[in-house]
Antibody, heavy 115, light 107 residues
Framework: EVQLQESGPGLVKPSQSLSLTCSVT????????WGWIRKFPGNKMEWMGY???????SYNPSLKSRISITRDTSKNQFFLQLNSVTTEDTATYYC?????????WGQGVMVTVSS | NIVLTQSPATLSVTPGESVSLSCRAS??????IHWYQQKSNESPRLLIK???QSISGIPSRFSGSGSGTDFTLSINRVESEDFSIYYC?????????FGSGTKLEIK
């Protein structure tokens, strides 16, 4: 069974970088696309970007200057880095597999940006 | 950006009723719409892909329809476990976007 699990700090200070890991089991990240999605307080959902089976990336233009998605195929993990965070980046962050729909999701990690 | 407008924002129903949730796109997106259910404190779950294609393991009371700009998620005879938030999401554009959600609550 495909399983995804996010990990990373739950509290980040303003202006610092947010770094999250998505660990995937039951499926290789060298197939399909692997994305990051966040849900803000108030329920708005935002697609942040993805990394493909080949390692190419695509980002939401609203984040393009601050976001980086990378991977380690040997560990079957992919990563999110979001730079220069503000309180507006406070959200629950999910990783998910894209296969004609986001069909598998991690449990989500709540990240608060606060000093 | 393709904007998805979901209506109503909140829908109050009695278990056993059948409901229709709407998602309208700001431009034609063919059938590139997907529907998700998110229960409180859980991750979203894919219900329907490409407007009307069923997903393995999803109860048959969930169905989708529409093309172009207007899409509908229908739930036949709502059950207690269905009370949650429903989102639509488009993949027509390389910039994926979600609707703002419809909360289905118990009347």
């Amino acid at each position: 069974e495909v399983q995804l699990q996010e990990s990373g700090p739950g509290l980040v200070k303003p202006s610092q970088s947010l770094s999250l890991t998505c660990s995937v089991t039951g499926y290789s990240i060298t197939s399909n696309y692997w994305g990051w999605i966040r849900k803000f307080p108030g329920n708005k959902m935002e697609w942040m970007g993805y990394i493909s089976y080949s390692g190419s990336t695509s980002y939401n233009p609203s984040l393009k200057s601050r976001i980086s998605i990378t991977r380690d195929t040997s560990k079957n993990q992919f990563f999110l880095q979001l730079n220069s965070v503000t309180t507006e980046d406070t959200a629950t962050y999910y990783c998910a597999r894209w296969a004609k729909g986001f069909d598998y999701w991690g449990q989500g990690v709540m990240v608060t940006v606060s000093s | 950006n393709i904007v998805l407008t979901q209506s109503p924002a909140t829908l109050s129903v009695t278990p056993g009723e059948s409901v229709s949730l709407s998602c309208r796109a700001s431009q034609s997106i063919s059938t590139s719409i997907h529907w998700y259910q998110q229960k409180s404190n859980e991750s979203p779950r894919l219900l329907i892909k490409y407007a009307s294609q069923s997903i393995s393991g999803i109860p048959s009371r969930f169905s989708g329809s529409g093309s172009g700009t207007d899409f509908t998620l229908s739930i036949n005879r709502v059950e207690s476990e269905d009370f949650s938030i429903y989102y639509c999401q488009q993949s027509y554009s390389s910039l994926l976007t979600f609707g703002s959600g419809t909360k289905l609550e118990i009347k």
